[in-house]
């Protein structure tokens, strides 16, 4: 199954939408090789399995943000209804709804896919942090710096020499 299905191809299809790390009703059902109007039938003949924090519906403007960005092709491909998203937990709970073993199967990728992008972002984050705090070290480094050169400057009584206050040149 691994081999079937790369964790770059179920990463490509997990979007930020709602503030939510989410995948698209369609591209689940690609994933589990079932049509996408067969998924949306489990999904509505378990309803109650998919609370709101486990799946929701798009609205029209969230759509056409997803073509605009290549997310979708085009309207027409979602065959004219708006469609769900499901977050990792409605993930989850597909494989409960849709009773087969590839289901089981691709939901244990989909679930590796989810932990890897959230330990990327959180390994980006604190890369982020460390590379900030560098930055504000550097930075003081380099005024301490400049002050011992405008200090030597006073000592060697060159002209660009600024009035020393504690060992240091003034800027």
């Known amino acids: 199954m691994t081999d079937l299905i790369s964790a770059e191809?179920?990463?490509?299809?997990?979007?930020?939408?709602?503030?939510k790390k989410v995948m698209l009703d369609k591209d689940l059902a690609s994933l589990y090789e079932v049509k996408?109007?067969?998924l949306r039938q489990q999904v509505k003949r378990n309803y109650e399995r998919f609370p709101a924090d486990f799946m929701f519906q798009l609205t029209g403007a969230e759509v056409k943000s997803l073509?605009?960005?290549?997310?979708?092709?085009s309207l027409r491909s979602l065959g004219g209804?708006?469609?769900?998203?499901?977050?990792?937990?409605?993930?989850?709970?597909?494989?409960?709804a849709l009773h087969s073993r590839r289901a089981v199967l691709v939901n244990i990728q989909i679930m590796r896919a989810f932990i890897r992008?959230?330990?990327?972002?959180?390994?980006?984050?604190?890369?982020?942090?460390?590379?900030?705090?560098l930055e504000e070290k550097l930075e003081a480094h380099d005024l301490d710096i400049h002050d011992i050169f405008e200090a030597m400057r006073q000592l060697m009584g060159l002209p660009e020499a600024k009035k020393v206050i504690k060992g240091f040149a003034q800027k």
């Open 9 to 19: 191809r179920i990463e490509s299809k997990i979007f930020q939408i709602r503030g």
């Open 117 to 133: 992008l959230r330990q990327i972002v959180s390994l980006h984050k604190d890369f982020a942090r460390k590379l900030r705090e």
């Open 36 to 38: 996408p109007i067969a």
């Open 81 to 96: 209804y708006l469609p769900y998203a499901f977050t990792q937990e409605g993930v989850a709970m597909l494989s409960s």
């Open 67 to 73: 073509v605009s960005q290549n997310v979708i092709p």
